[in-house]
């Protein structure tokens, strides 16, 4: 497509796609956890011989759902701690920059008040200036880390906490609107949705933020 687009070649020689047979496999969905299990998660968490840098990000993991790059290349300059707003910018498609947003808008949240306590302990004892999460001071976090550390407690992955969340959402009473469920998730649009609603609902998804991490702190 390069050579035919800078044409040195008249014509593409490659066979369309729809010429290829394509052998059909099972869809794998990521492993996630049922949502009843998030309390025994966070008190199994809080004893784990993890740093407390780890411990935070998957807290955040859990609660925000984010994509484990995203958690795990959190930088200081993202976050208000004294506000509690996090916003990860959108990703430039030809850049490789770890950790931002790949649906190509900038994303903001409101943390609850615990975990931005918990940022500001970071912050005091920071080991990196760019970096939320740093164990060395010379980089941040793996996101790998995240995903080893909480298979450790069951057949789980951080990107099944989406999975989590939008069960919880659909049994609670009455169920979360599905409309918030997915704005909270960051969720493209589809349909009417993506045609006529542009609503962000950020306090909305605060007040839902702060209901959920109650639950999952079993708090609620």
């Known amino acids: 497509e390069v050579a035919y687009d800078d044409e040195l070649i008249d ?24 949502y009843s299990r998030l309390p025994e998660l966070i008190q199994w968490l809080r004893s784990a011989p993890f740093s407390q840098p780890v411990k935070v990000a998957m807290q955040l993991a859990i609660v ?12 200081w300059e993202h976050v208000d701690t004294e506000t509690g707003i996090w ?5 430039n498609v030809d850049a490789s920059e770890a950790g931002l947003m790949k649906s190509g808008r900038s994303f903001a949240c ?14 005091e004892a920071r080991t990196h200036e760019q970096f939320v999460f740093s164990v060395d001071g010379t980089k941040s ?10 298979m450790k407690f069951g057949s789980i992955s951080s990107h099944g906490f989406r999975s989590t969340f939008k ?13 918030l469920a997915d704005r909270y998730l960051d969720h493209s649009l589809v349909g009417l949705d993506r045609n006529y609603r542009r609503d962000d609902l950020f306090e909305q998804r605060a007040a ?3 209901r959920y991490f109650d639950f999952v702190r079993d708090e609620d």
């Open 11 to 34: 014509g593409n020689p490659c066979p369309r796609k729809s010429s290829f047979t394509i052998p059909k496999r099972n869809t794998r969905h990521a492993a996630s956890l049922h």
């Open 87 to 91: 916003t990860v910018p959108q990703r």
């Open 141 to 150: 976090i793996n996101p790998e880390t995240l995903r080893r550390n909480f």
């Open 208 to 210: 839902l933020a702060q």
């Open 64 to 75: 925000t759902a984010h994509r484990a790059s995203v958690v795990a290349n959190m930088r």
């Open 110 to 123: 409101k943390l609850p008040e615990p975990l931005c306590d918990e940022l500001k302990a970071l912050y």
């Open 167 to 179: 069960v919880w959402c659909l049994n609670q009473t009455p169920p979360i609107d599905p409309f």
